[in-house]
């Protein structure tokens, strides 16, 4: 189920309408003095391989960039808190300048619905009089918003707006509230008449409940798919974003301060940056293409020189990684890119002497551009994680091949660039063969040969707003409970094996221990550390095998466990994908651009029925909150 594609000509903001609103916005901030707290969620179960490390040390980027939206458009008095440093925060607790906060904002990922629900069900402990308006965003409302919205009387938390979309879609629905808002008016009592007089219909991009008499939601409205903007060079600078820190600590509430931007390398040593979006490839299992209305955006080279330098002078921050969804997109455009970097100099010195940073591309596009793999070295380039995903193209062909693969992988070390692979795990790939390099073992030797530096094997697991999403669910594959333990949210994250039709998933669990435990060991490291020659990459290469049997620990301690139920226990499979158990349209009562396939629509004969919400009857799976995609 993907995201639907918006009507040609109306997919792209015009041109500097995200430096406008923001310009619009700061005109008038000061008058309405807005406090607002922005909550990265983090499930600590999440803790393994292959984010194990960067997971709590690299600032998410999301959270900064709504962060820097909003200090850019005039609203001072915001603070970014990432779970992930503050386990103990909670919302009930906090003060900004003093008071209750007039914005709650959470960002969220499928994988971590369990720590927004949390959140949502402690703001609700604030006296309604008194709460700050909710707003919930990241993958997970993007592509389940619904799962934010509750109508139970019993247990009454629930968001009061998911955001589907970027910092415009955010910045367009606090400029319609501003206008609606009266002067001294808490934010959320103009949310409630600007949502009831239609005034939010007109911004794509967001889902909102609506109640009749009773106050219980009876119905959720989406208003469509976003615009995306095109040049991202119009985003803020990603420095704002740093300045905005919560500083890491024990307390419930917050600090009087934000953290010293200068600290902020200390504690978050990566940097997360974007450089470009989308992706010209339309994997079944993958949602990029469709999020982003295939669409393919960029930064100039110029402005990601300005951003490094920014972070390195401000902030301390030398390492970078690019959040692309493949940077070898487009050659051209790729090697502008690098070419602006590496010629970029700063007080006197060449940028790609002081930061360091790696990103995202698939096989085949960086064996196109293996002739330019000089000039990405010399651009501060030193690591790429490549999508191999197998290598023999049994599961997805990208172009890639064995000998392409392992081509590639020497390219990259001859130019002094980690080569970092990406595989997924499948239920039809066995763990070794003789003849052939289809097993999955057998591929991890080669890759780690041909001087892979870390590995990433990821089981293949229902994507949200992926094109396969309902047939893997049809297919009878994702599993539901087994040994009477439900898979929870957490563990839809590629480590636990949750969709399968094989005889026996616990040997693909192990198989998934067996490849990483063949590719981290005590031997790799004693052979990285003693390999002959002076050549940098071992160092790397050791420091990585280091880190990786770190995370390996932990991954083996919270997979195991699973393995010997998937082993001993019964498995019950879910009938179905996961659909929205309120009932979801548009603006105009049609179905809504973020339902699955089977959620209902309203069922009204002209008007509402006050009091009346419409009967809803669902699969028992529909109303569970805890069967959720992967990321």
Known sequence: MELPRRASGDVLLRPGELTDIRRRLAAVADKHDLATVIVCCFDRRTRMLPFFYADIRMAPAGVRAIGAAMLDSGFHKTRVVLQQWNRRFR???????????????????????????????????????????????????????????????????????????????????????LAERSSGEPLRKAFLRARDRGVLDGIPGLVYGRAWADGVTDELVDTG????????????????????????????????????????????????????????????????????????????????????????????????????????????????????????????????????????????????????????????MRALWLGVEDMTATLVAKGQSVDKTVDTFRLLRRNRICPMPMLMHYDEQPLYTRETHQGLLNQVRLLRRAGAA?????????????????????????????????????????????????????????????????????????????????????YKEAGLQFLGMWGLSHTLRHTFPWMIRLLLGKVSRADGAPVSPLPMRSVDGGPASHALPGTPLPRRDGAPQPGKPSAVSLPRRALDPTTLASE
């Open 91 to 177: 919302p009930s607790a906090m003060r900004l300048d003093g008071r209750i906060p007039d914005i709650l904002m959470i960002s969220s990922m499928q994988i971590h619905s369990a720590e927004c629900t949390a959140l949502l069900r402690d703001a609700f402990r604030i006296d309604a009089s008194r709460r700050p308006l909710i707003i919930v965003g990241g993958p997970l409302a993007i592509y389940e918003p619904w799962r934010v919205f509750r109508n139970d009387e019993r247990d009454p938390f629930t968001a009061d707006v998911a955001v589907t979309g970027e910092e415009y879609v955010l910045l367009s629905f606090l400029e319609a509230l």
């Open 225 to 380: 798919v976003q615009r995306l903007v095109g040049d991202l060079d119009e985003l803020p600078f990603a420095d704002l974003g740093y300045r905005l820190l919560e500083p890491p600590g024990r307390s419930a509430t917050l600090a009087p301060e934000p953290l010293h931007a200068g600290l902020a390398g200390r504690y978050s040593p990566i940097s997360c940056l974007v450089l470009t979006l989308g992706c010209k490839l339309s994997c079944p299992y993958c949602p990029i293409p469709a999020y982003n209305q295939r669409q393919c955006r960029t930064k100039s080279g110029e402005r990601i020189a300005e951003e490094m330098y920014r972070l390195y002078s401000r902030c301390g921050i030398r390492h970078h990684f690019g959040a692309d969804d493949n940077f070898f997109n487009n050659q051209e455009r790729s090697t502008a890119i690098l070419e602006s970097i590496a010629a970029a100099k700063f007080d006197g010195v060449e940028l790609g002497r002081k930061v360091r940073w790696g990103t995202e591309a698939t096989v085949q596009d960086t064996w196109r551009m293996r002739d330019r793999l000089d000039l990405a070295h010399r651009a501060g």
């Open 454 to 538: 870390s590995m990433q094997i990821l089981m293949v697991t229902p994507s949200p707003g992926s094109r396969s999403y309902d047939e893997v669910y049809a297919s009878g594959r994702v599993l539901e409970s087994v040994g009477g333990k439900r898979v929870e949210p957490y563990m839809v994250d590629g480590n636990h094996v949750v969709a399968s039709v094989h005889a026996k998933p616990w040997r693909q669990q192990l198989n998934l221990m067996v490849g990483y435990v063949c590719f981290y060991n005590p031997y790799r490291l004693l052979a990285a550390l003693l390999r002959p020659g002076v050549n940098r990459l071992r």
